[in-house]
T-cell receptor
């Protein structure tokens, strides 16, 4: 099925470093969402973006909805060990009328204390 | 509880068996989604309900997959004659308003078909 292009696939960083990941699509999206998934659990919503150019923060997390509506990025500042997990972008295509989300393949984040 | 719950959390089936996976959405949530997540991949859409109506089943991979939500609350995903390629985590999500895109996910059911 259709998926977004999410990069990087994995990251191994030192505690305290900043992290950046992004998602791109060949088609226009109306909504971008960022989720975090821990092993054995379902994805947990971190940030939702609804307008092109929108920049939204949630604590140490900041995400932006690209002005072309075909991309989004997520930044995590001053990473801590509990940031470890898999981060997924998800988008709602402009062609969708049912709320069906398209997900990226995930970025696995590992943080070294 | 306040969140989406799913049962069982783990299911092992022999190839050819039928399975039924249950989802209890957040109370009062109108919209309910099922996704399939293969190992190392992002979730992929299976089907969508608004109340009891199944409005989109375009993601169901074959006619062995069937979902229902008869009273507009609890939903069941049924897989008939399971195959090894059906092994995955099945996630359920719900939202409070139709076309609200902030979907809240349950913990998933990990299905292993031997």
């Amino acid at each position: 099925g259709q998926q977004l292009n999410q990069s990087p696939q994995s990251m191994f960083i030192q505690e305290g470093e900043d992290v950046s990941m992004n998602c791109t699509s060949s088609s226009i999206f109306n909504t971008w969402l960022w989720y975090k998934q821990d092993p054995g659990e379902g994805p947990v919503l971190l940030i939702a973006l609804y307008k092109a150019g929108e920049l939204t923060s949630n604590g140490r997390l900041t995400a932006q909805f690209g002005i072309t509506r075909k991309d989004s990025f997520l930044n995590i500042s001053a990473s801590i060990p509990s940031d470890v997990g898999i981060y997924f972008c998800a988008g709602l295509p402009s062609s969708s009328n049912t709320g069906k989300l398209i997900f990226g393949q995930g970025t696995t984040l590992q943080v070294k204390p | 509880g306040a969140g989406v719950s799913q049962s069982p959390r783990y299911k092992v089936a022999k190839r050819g068996q039928d399975v039924a996976l249950r989802c209890d959405p957040i109370s009062g949530h109108v919209s309910l989604f099922w996704y399939q997540q293969a190992l190392g991949q992002g979730p992929e859409f299976l089907t969508y309900f608004q109340n009891e109506a199944q409005l989109d089943k375009s993601g169901l991979p074959s006619d062995r997959f069937f979902a229902e939500r008869p009273e507009g609350s609890v939903s069941t995903l049924k897989i008939q004659r399971t195959q090894q390629e059906d092994s995955a985590v099945y996630l359920c999500a719900s939202t409070g308003r139709p076309y609200n895109n902030e979907q809240f996910f349950g913990p998933g059911t990990r299905l292993t078909v031997l």
